[in-house]
């Protein structure tokens, strides 16, 4: 199809906003129009697309033989129908992306987040195997100095840091990979790996508090299709959750258990108990709303996020106080033979 009939449509549509074009004999159009009609179009039907407004694209029918008769009325509104609904779905998909986008920005907010409370812990934690690091080095420089040629101890003090500086190197890694922006593509993944994750880069905020962990998790899992970030984010929201119930509770009767199963419903499951205080009545049909938080410090979008990242993976979330204290969250995910992508 020649530029020069979408150029005409464009034109017609200044003066008849969102009106068809028919044009039933092509080779009744002057030559001087459009260098004649040499091409084998002999009939044309078209009409704008209109996205949020203004015109985005066009949509145009032509046919080989001259029309006998004209364009009908019914012909026009079909055209128009089938415009409308193009570009109804093209606003969906232009909405649908812009809130992605807003949700991935939101969800790397509350990753930040999560970093910053635990900056002080994290801090430590570099802490440790740095300065054990510059110690080894410290000692094997006095040697040298000292003029010492024991190589085999040499050899060892810089292993030694190597090793510290290694695992500084492994605590930036697992942070910078936790707060990345990244896409949002789904892979497959191991579920029990991201639990390991997220374990790791909370580790001594853990230790610090004086909470028993106990991880039960169902070996040989199978694929969950998703994204790890998200993922590790839902983990790390619901192992914060537990520790802010159990600040309240003596260090002795702190425990937090996180198991890993797949369901007889052919769902993956995670589920996180803690022993704090429970979930009150009052609190639970709003716990997943965003902004709403019993913290005074809190924000209120940890487990906002969480539930609208479980959505999004195809899967169900939900909390409830346990008759023995403490809650329990629980996710869980289709197995990755079983996963639709929208």
Known sequence: LNDRYSTQLLAYNQQYPGEPLDIPDLGGIKAADYNGTQDKWKSYLGTTVLVNGKIHCSLEFVG???????????????????????????????????????????????????????AASLAHELNQPLTGA?????????????????????????????????????????????????????????????????????????????????????AHLPPVMGNMIQLEQVVLNFIRNGLDAMHEITPDKRALCITTSYAQSENIMLSITDTGSGISTAVMPDIFNAFYTTRADGMGIGLSISRSIIEAHQGTIRARSLTTGGSEFVFELPAGNLYERP
Do not use: P
């Open 64 to 118: 080989q033989l001259v029309r006998a008769n004209e364009f009908s009325q019914w012909d026009h509104e079909l055209l128009k129908v089938m415009a409308q609904w193009i570009g109804d779905e093209v606003e969906l998909k232009i909405a649908h992306d812009a809130q992605r986008r807003h949700e991935s920005e939101f969800a790397r907010v509350s990753r930040m987040s999560s970093i910053g409370e635990m």
């Open 134 to 218: 510059i110690n080894y080095c410290n000692g094997c420089l006095r040697m040298l100095q000292e003029g010492s040629t024991d190589t085999e101890k040499l050899s060892e003090g810089m292993r030694n840091a190597v090793e510290g500086a290694t695992m500084a190197a492994d605590i930036i890694r697992r942070i910078r990979g936790f707060v990345q922006k990244g896409d949002a593509q789904h892979t497959a993944l191991d579920l029990n790996s991201a639990v390991l994750n997220v374990v790791a880069l909370i580790k001594h905020e853990i230790q610090r508090l004086d909470v028993e962990i106990e991880l039960k998790l169902q």
